[in-house]
């Protein structure tokens, strides 16, 4: 797993950041994770699963199923860690 930063995320969509934040509140992008105060990151085979999805022509909906499919993951992987804080 490889973390990267908002500026690498906006170069391999070709979008703004206003864009990818409106694609995050609509579950079109996963949501970056808090590495701390001030920085935030992605996961990059994340960003790459939803670029695939989109260059195969696949619906929005398709789209959210595989956000929410990250979503869940992640917490998975907390759960498993023990470091599930919900």
């Not at 170069?11 to 949501?31: E, F, G, V």
């Not at 398709?62 to 599930?84: A, F, P, S, Y």
């Amino acid at each position: 797993m490889r973390f990267i930063t908002l500026k690498e995320v906006l170069k391999k969509l070709s979008i703004s950041r206003s864009a990818l934040y409106l694609k995050i509140q609509t579950k079109q992008m996963p949501q970056p994770i808090k590495l701390g105060a001030r920085r935030v990151a992605w996961l990059e085979h994340e960003i790459d699963e939803v670029i695939a999805i989109l260059a195969n022509g696949r619906s929005s909906d398709d789209i959210q199923r595989l956000v929410e499919n990250q979503i869940n993951t992640r917490k998975e992987m907390l759960i498993k860690m023990g470091l599930d804080q919900s």
